[in-house]
């Protein structure tokens, strides 16, 4: 640092380096590419698309509208895509039987995605029950309570028929303790060594959630009930290093933090303290907020979009969950 003194004026004039845009490239510390998006896709058993309207913008896709959302990821440079099924009522039960069913909709999805796009596309698959429960609630409910051993047996059984369908990466999202070790045993058991498993290692009890419960069709289940009791508390910080922590004893190759921007600190945190590979999720209600602005004119988008996404660079992020993420490599494509 320049501490020399000129008289009045400043000794260092950090402005010299913002002068110009190719200056401005040259210092820049972080940068946004395709390569850190993932994208979460929702699918439906039926043919075409579906408008979520709480998510503007963002549609379920039927089984017909598969391989070119693969194909257009795999265009766009997208390396990862993040599977959610919207289940018909039908087959939502207590015990959200389905969600070990080996033909559901989601093992289908991925079969066809496999089939049509191979290893150019990272496939990631949730596991937690509320797509398949009548209850919404992401594990089995005894006497009002998520319990949560006999869960993480599900959890397991669910990992194996996704891992089986060809899925690249097991995402946990449930927050039961201890699911990751279980899910990587019954893994490594079943052959699938090489299946990653993502930890949504620091899962908070978010209202952030409400247009996803939306989009999956879980909302009207879960009514006015809670994950308080399984999800963390915003009020906690520290308890989120130790939740990642042990996720990574547990055999977690890659960990994830939720919400995203709200909790950039928590990102930070958990990059420096653990140095592993660690995303975040910029959830529905983060995408929500930003499009309702956009579209009342009252931000501009790309301009919006773009900045909160190198801010999740900025705080450590690796790679960040995004529904922007198709739209966002097309920008950055654009912009070349
Ligand atoms: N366990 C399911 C799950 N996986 C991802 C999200 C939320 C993602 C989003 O809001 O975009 C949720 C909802 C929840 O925990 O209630
Ligand atoms: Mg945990």
């Known amino acids: 640092m320049n501490t020399f003194s000129r008289g009045p004026f400043p000794a260092t004039r950090m402005r010299r380096v913002r002068r110009h845009d190719w200056s401005r490239r040259l210092v820049a510390e972080n940068q946004l590419t395709a390569n850190d998006l993932i994208w979460p896709v929702f699918v439906f058993d039926g043919i075409g698309r579906q408008p979520i309207t709480s998510l503007p913008g963002v549609d379920r896709l039927g089984t017909d509208q598969i391989e070119s959302m693969a194909q257009t990821a795999c265009d766009l440079g997208i390396p990862a895509i993040a599977l959610f099924p919207a289940t018909e009522s039908a087959l939502k039960t207590e015990d959200a039987i389905e969600a070990i069913n080996p033909d559901n909709l989601v093992c289908r999805t991925v079969r066809k995605i496999k089939a049509s796009v191979g290893d150019s596309l990272g496939v990631i698959c949730d596991v937690a029950l509320d797509p398949y429960s009548s209850h919404g609630q992401d594990g089995l409910v005894h006497d009002g309570y998520v319990i949560n051993d006999q869960t993480v047996t599900v959890l397991t059984q669910q990992a194996i028929v996704q891992a089986e369908a060809g899925c690249d990466i097991i995402a946990p999202s ?45 909302s009207g289940n879960l009514g006015t009930a809670s994950k308080n009791t399984y999800q963390q508390d915003p009020a906690q910080g520290n308890e989120a290093l130790h939740e990642v922590a042990l996720d990574l004893a547990e055999g977690a190759d890659t960990v994830m933090v939720k919400p995203g921007m709200p909790y950039l600190d928590i990102v930070s945190r958990v990059k420096t303290t653990f140095g592993v590979p660690t995303f975040a999720y910029q959830v529905s209600g983060e995408y929500a ?15 919006v979009v773009l900045e909160s996404l190198l801010g999740f660079k900025r705080a450590g992020a690796d790679g960040v969950l995004t529904y922007f993420a198709a739209e966002v490599a097309q920008w950055i494509r654009d912009s070349h």
């Open 289 to 303: 907020m930003l499009s309702a602005a956009a579209e009342r004119g009252w931000l501009d988008r790309e301009k």
């Open 174 to 218: 449930d927050m039961m303790d201890g699911r990751v070790k279980a899910i990587r045993i019954a893994l490594d058991a079943a052959g699938y060594t090489n299946v990653q498993i993502m930890s949504y290692a620091a899962k908070y009890a978010s209202s952030f959630y409400g247009p996803f419960r939306d989009a999956v069709g879980s």
